[in-house]
């Protein structure tokens, strides 16, 4: 199991003080945190894609070229990239060239996305969601099987064989297809033989054994090799140096992120119970101590079967800087080695 960390480039209330990081100060941070990360030992580091004031990571390969110039171990990539509001021309120019600075270490994953603000934000209708991904992946892995391409489809001009540069240094540019609980979706990247980032955000993990089962036969049953089916999993989390601590430092800014998010959504405001509930043993945030982490790391690989990639997305708009540091270093000096043989 390779273990990595995914950011949303949130924006961040000092806890201590009250002070509201500026977007520049946290992009300075946000590239020590990679840093560190590349130095602990962590294999990957993602950056997500929102179109949101809360968010600073609308530009994804911006930073990613940022980070593949201060870096040199560690993977890099998108978390995901929204592909229906994206040019596959342009996403796949734009990771092949990423690819060319980080010397081969960059991966490419996409879906649909959480949030819909870059529907209206690029003209694109809400009614096209399913169909926009659809036509847009079939382009993308087209462009990434040859330079010259031949298609034609609804929501871009089509192309008759015009040449698509650069070319990666990885042959192929490695595509991962993030999904979270939509059969359909598990079923495609496995009809496609691509590997598939699993986004658990509620709910208990283990209920996605079914799915990824799925995923798996839906794979086998189209040909493809076992081993090209890889599974990852993005969740949310944080190591600390106890659980109680962890719980405490970590709380606040859970309550507020999902406090918005429940106000748009229209559902009850979260409370402590139920964060107390959903970071749990059996719950979906992975949080506590390095020995609990890797308990349920453990845990979780065997009810899914095998899992070959997890991604904890661990700031919040309440984290302290030196706080998530410190849980960087936990997950990649006391976490990831004593995983890295399942």
Known sequence: MHVGIDSFVSRVTDPSTGHVIGPAERMAHLLEEIELADRSGLYSFGIGEHHREEYYDSAPPVILAAAAARTSRIRLGSAVAVLSANDPV?????????????RGRMDLVVGRGSFTESFPLFGLDLHDYDELFSEKLDLLLKIRQAPQVTWSGRHRPALSGQGIYPRPVQDPL???VGVG??????VRAGLLGLPLMVAIIGGEPRRFAPL??????AGAEAGHDPTSLRVGVHVFGYVGESRQHAADTIYPGWHEMFTSVSRERGFPPPNRAQFDATSGPDGAFFLGDPDGIVAKLERVTDQLGGVDRISLQMTNPRLAHADLLRGIELLGTEVAPRVAHL
């Not at 342009?90 to 980080?102: H, K």
């Not at 609980?181 to 598990?186: A, H, L, N």
């Not at 990824?212 to 036969?217: A, F, I, S």
């Open 90 to 102: 342009r996403l796949f120019q734009q990771f092949a060239t990423l690819d060319l600075i980080s």
């Open 212 to 217: 990824v089962d799925l995923y798996r036969r």
């Open 181 to 186: 609980g939509t059969p359909e979706s598990f």
């Open 174 to 176: 490695p595509i991962w």
